[in-house]
C-alpha cells in the first residue's frame, strides 16, 4: 500500500511540475555584442567608461576613469554629486534573451570624520518604468575600498521582450557631503574612478530562451 502512494505521489508530482520551475538556461555559446548607443553625465564624460562583456557571457562590466563626487578643499560647488546615464544596445544570439539579475559596485572613498556619501543606481529597458533606485550609504570616518551588490527587486529578474528591440539604460550616482566635517579644512570624496581596471561595476545577466515561432 505505501508503495502505491509513493508511486501515485510521484506521479502526481511529475504531472504538475511547471516548466517555469526548471532552471533557467546557461548563458547563449555565441557571442554578445554591446554596443554604446550614448553616454550622458557629469561623472562620465565622453572617453572617460569603457564596457566590455565576460567571455562566458555571464556579465558586462563598465569601467570610468573619472567618476568622482568630492566636497572640501579643492572642489567645485557642482562636485558633490555626479551621476551617469548609458544606453546600451545588447545584440544577443538568436533565440535568447536576458534580464539584468544583479550588479556589483565597487569603488573607494575618503570621508572625513562627520562627511557622509551615498552610491544609487538603477536599470530599465526602453518602454519600461525604470526600477526602483537602491541607494547605499557610506558614513565617514572612512578611507578604504567599498562594494555593494543589488539584487532584482523581490527576485522578480525583467527580462527584454523577446523579437523586440529594446535598448538597456543603466543609471548611477555618487553623493557626498561635507556634514559635520570642516569643508573648508578637508576633503572627502567617493569614487568609481578606475584607470587600471581595478573597480569594475558587473551587471550579471539571468539568461532565458524564447519561444520558436
Known amino acids: ?23 533557467p538556461p546557461g548563458p547563449p555559446p555565441d557571442r554578445v555584442v554591446i554596443d554604446v548607443v550614448t ?7 565622453p572617453g572617460s567608461s569603457a564596457v566590455a562583456v565576460a567571455k562566458d557571457n555571464t556579465a558586462f562590466t563598465v569601467t570610468y576613469s573619472e567618476y568622482t563626487a568630492q566636497v572640501g578643499v579643492g572642489a567645485k560647488p557642482t562636485d558633490f554629486r555626479k551621476n551617469c546615464q548609458l ?4 545584440h544577443v544570439p538568436q533565440g535568447f534573451t536576458y534580464g539584468i539579475a544583479s550588479a556589483d559596485y565597487r569603488g573607494f572613498a ?8 551615498l552610491q544609487r543606481a538603477n536599470y530599465y529597458f526602453q518602454g519600461n ?7 547605499h550609504p557610506v558614513n565617514g570616518p572612512i578611507s578604504d575600498n567599498w562594494q555593494f551588490r543589488d539584487e532584482a527587486e523581490g527576485g522578480v529578474i525583467i527580462y527584454k521582450p ?9 543609471n548611477t550616482e555618487l553623493r557626498v557631503g561635507a556634514g559635520s566635517s ?14 587600471d581596471g581595478a573597480f569594475k561595476t558587473t551587471y550579471h545577466f539571468s539568461w532565458k530562451t524564447c519561444p520558436t515561432s
Open 1 to 23: 500500500m505505501l508503495s502505491a502512494m509513493v508511486a501515485a505521489v510521484s506521479l502526481f508530482s511529475s504531472i504538475i511540475t511547471p516548466n517555469s520551475m526548471s532552471p
Open 39 to 45: 553616454v550622458n553625465g557629469s561623472g562620465c564624460p
Open 87 to 90: 544606453n546600451l544596445n545588447i
Open 110 to 117: 575618503h570621508l572625513e570624520s562627520g562627511a557622509k556619501a
Open 129 to 135: 518604468s525604470p526600477t526602483a533606485h537602491v541607494s
Open 162 to 170: 523577446c523579437g523586440e528591440d529594446r535598448n538597456l539604460n543603466v
Open 182 to 195: 570642516d569643508p573648508k579644512k578637508t576633503t572627502s570624496f567617493i569614487t568609481m574612478d578606475s584607470t
